[in-house]
């Protein structure tokens, strides 16, 4: 295994986390180049990390002599191309950014190389003890086995207009059905406000928002025996209400949004709140994206009333492509303990990637004074739920299933027991 000691590196260049420029543009990280020769390919999502990780390769190159490529693509493509290079061995990546919810899946199917006893022996160098037990556990580890390393956390906060909600008398909701009266005292389709927005588009989209709410509501997409229980009680109800909430109180078109139709409608003012992941917050106070900047702020995701409060975790793993020769690997690691390093993921935090993840980012001063709903996060992770969205082998069935079910409820084509109950059937044959 190629030695590369990371902080080294950076005390020798005098660089602890000042910022990505003046990581690309030292020269002194490294003397003896170890990885000279070497081209790592890495498949991103086109999460705001992708296009840091892209602009951070020539800071690689200069600390370990390694070239690395970065090919940004969307959720979707993402899974497809990479899915086909594990199976097909055609060893077109060398690196994939993981998301938490695949893990089953690598594991079972022996994507990615099992780096358990590399994290083991490079524990100190790595500083586990700074990065939240929950997030080493759900971004990385399927069955006590790490199959991808935590590099881009991320937590499920409820990002919401305080101008609109003081206008209003109105309190941060405490509460799911606070959120829900609160939505609808806040939608007034004659001044284009709406009280709540989500994710609606057929697919991972729906099914992922839908599987968010559901477990603050107190539904559960497993039952106590490791199987699915769709259908459950819990699960409709929650379905009803998330139908509820779309029908009276969502801008119009809300059942087309992923991810990035939602967070433009909350910047464009469309939208007095929404649940969402703590990596698109900062763009709510960049001018030349939003137009509600100064007006929002950001709070822990409400649960039902009696529940105790577990917030959802999320975010991604830095998963090696079992299928690369040794070489590679061991230069895939490298680039691992290099990103997620103290300085180099305090840098890439800077540079807007929105992947927190260690202990001491959250109290930071530079990090803090940019960033202020970091507490918000900690708490997020100190309570933190990462198995909301199992994470079994059959989860992207699971997923493609609810993703036609709910947003078949919310089009108005079925309701919710109809389309629960159908999808229990379909999904029960998976085990």
């Not at 919810?101 to 083991?120: L, M, R």
């Not at 009266?181 to 992922?208: I, M, W």
């Not at 137009?291 to 009333?305: E, F, N, R, S």
């Amino acid at each position: 295994m190629t030695k590369f000691s990371t902080s080294n590196a950076f005390k020798r260049a005098g660089l602890l986390g000042v910022g990505l420029i003046a990581l690309m543009t030292s020269t002194a990280f490294s003397q003896d180049k170890p990885l000279a020769g070497v081209t790592l390919t890495l498949a991103s999502q086109n999460d705001q990390f992708g296009a840091v990780l892209a602009k951070m390769a020539p800071a690689f190159k200069e600390a370990t002599g390694a070239d690395l490529k970065v090919e940004i693509m969307d959720y979707g493509t993402l899974l497809t191309k990479t899915t086909a290079d594990f199976v097909g061995d055609t060893k077109g990546y060398d690196l994939v950014t993981m998301d938490i919810v695949w893990a089953g899946a690598y594991a079972e199917n022996e994507y990615s190389v099992d780096i358990t006893d590399w994290v083991k022996r490079d524990a100190a160098e790595l500083e586990l003890d700074d990065i939240y037990p929950v997030i080493l556990s759900a971004l990385g580890q399927y069955d006590g086995k790490y199959v991808a390393f935590p590099f881009a956390a991320y937590a499920n906060v409820l990002a919401y207009r305080k101008d609109l909600y003081d206008a209003a008398g109105l309190k941060a909701p405490a509460t799911m059905e606070e959120l829900v009266e609160n939505a609808k005292t806040l939608t007034d389709p004659s001044k284009n406000q709406y009280g709540f927005v989500a994710n609606g588009q057929k697919g991972p989209a729906v099914a992922q928002d839908w599987m968010q709410y559901n477990t603050q509501m107190g539904g559960s997409i497993l039952g106590p025996d490791g199987k699915p229980a769709l259908n459950s009680e819990a699960n409709i109800n929650s379905l009803a209400v998330y139908k509820q909430l779309f029908a009276e109180t969502a801008p119009p078109g809300a059942i087309e949004y992923d991810w990035g139709g939602r967070e433009e409608s909350f910047r464009q003012g469309l939208a007095a709140q929404m649940q969402t992941w703590s990596v698109g917050a900062p763009g709510y106070s960049d001018p030349s994206i939003s137009k509600v900047v100064g007006k929002v702020a950001i709070t822990t995701a409400p649960v039902a009333a009696g529940l105790k409060p577990e917030y959802g975790v999320g975010g991604w793993g830095m998963a090696i492509n079992a299928d690369i020769d040794d070489k590679q690997k061991e230069a895939a690691w490298t680039f691992i303990k290099w990103l997620v390093s103290k300085p180099v993921h305090k840098a890439f935090n800077l540079e807007g990637a929105g992947s927190f993840m260690r202990k001491s980012q959250m109290t930071d001063p530079d990090l803090t004074a940019k960033f202020d709903f970091l507490p918000v996060v900690a708490t997020t992770y100190e309570n933190g739920n990462g198995d909301y969205r199992p994470r079994i082998p059959q989860y992207p069935e699971i997923q493609d299933i609810l993703g036609s079910a709910v947003n078949a409820v919310l089009a108005g084509a079925v309701e919710p027991k109809a389309a629960l109950d159908e999808a229990q059937a379909e999904a029960a044959k998976l085990f």
